[in-house]
């Protein structure tokens, strides 16, 4: 069945660098997919909606500079957090919407910053 | 401005029991309603889709129902079992956006 692989899965990296982070559909085609980040105990907060070919359209509050969000593909979109602070450590998803299926979302990134 | 509530938070019950958990929503201008589980540092799984013309969808165990005219959805879960701890998450997609608009999540406990 039609599956959104998100890759990695869990990743520690050091103050002031840049990591990336990418979502797959897997057996679909998807033309837009979302990112969300997660903070321990709440619920999803939409980062950002990535559309195939053009600029990603942010949420409010979401720096674009910070959070890069490029979808080269009709399968994959990448989010890259440029130079992480331990205040981007997070829980990352991200999703893509099949017509009679709803959304997909992916396994999660946990990102720790250190 | 679409939101989205559930209730209860939190809902710990005994094994074996039937359950129901609530979500509504104020704009009933929605392409559809779907509910998620999550399990702890895990992503979302689907576990009932419902378009806006349909009232109710049916999964094993699961039940989902929808009155876009009230902005209410129930997760009717039968015969709980341990398993079935994780929190369960509604969202709706507005018409017109293709965004999901997520609830706070209520957080199951099924004990042996």
């Known amino acids: 069945g039609a599956v959104v692989s998100q890759h990695p899965s869990r990743v520690i990296c050091k103050s002031g660098t840049s990591v990336k982070i990418e979502c797959r559909s897997l057996d679909f085609q998807a033309t837009t997919m979302f990112w969300y980040r997660q903070f321990p105990k709440q619920s999803l907060m939409l980062m950002a909606t990535s559309n195939e070919g053009s600029k990603a359209t942010y949420e409010q509050g979401v720096e674009k500079d910070k959070f890069l969000i490029n979808h080269a593909s009709l399968t994959l979109s990448t989010l890259t957090v440029t130079s992480a602070h331990p205040e981007d450590s997070s829980f990352y998803i991200c999703?893509?919407?099949?017509?009679?299926?709803?959304?997909?979302f992916g396994q999660g990134t946990r990102l720790t910053v250190v | 401005k679409q939101e989205v509530t559930q209730i209860p938070a939190a809902l710990s019950v005994p094994e074996g029991e039937n359950l129901v958990l609530n979500c509504s929503f104020t704009?009933?201008?929605?392409?559809?309603l779907q509910w998620f589980r999550q399990d702890p540092g895990k992503g979302l799984t689907s576990l009932l889709l419902i378009q806006s013309s349909q009232r109710e969808q049916t999964s094993g165990r699961l039940n989902a129902s929808l009155d876009k005219s009230s902005g209410r959805s129930t997760l009717y879960i039968a015969a709980s079992q341990p398993g079935d701890s994780a929190t369960y998450l509604c969202?709706?997609?507005?018409?017109?956006?293709?965004?999901?608009?997520f609830g706070q999540g209520t957080r199951l406990t099924i004990n042996p």
């Open positions: 999703s893509a919407q099949m017509v009679d299926r709803g959304m997909i």
């Open positions: 969202a709706v997609v507005i018409q017109g956006a293709q965004k999901l608009v």
């Open positions: 704009d009933s201008a929605i392409y559809n």
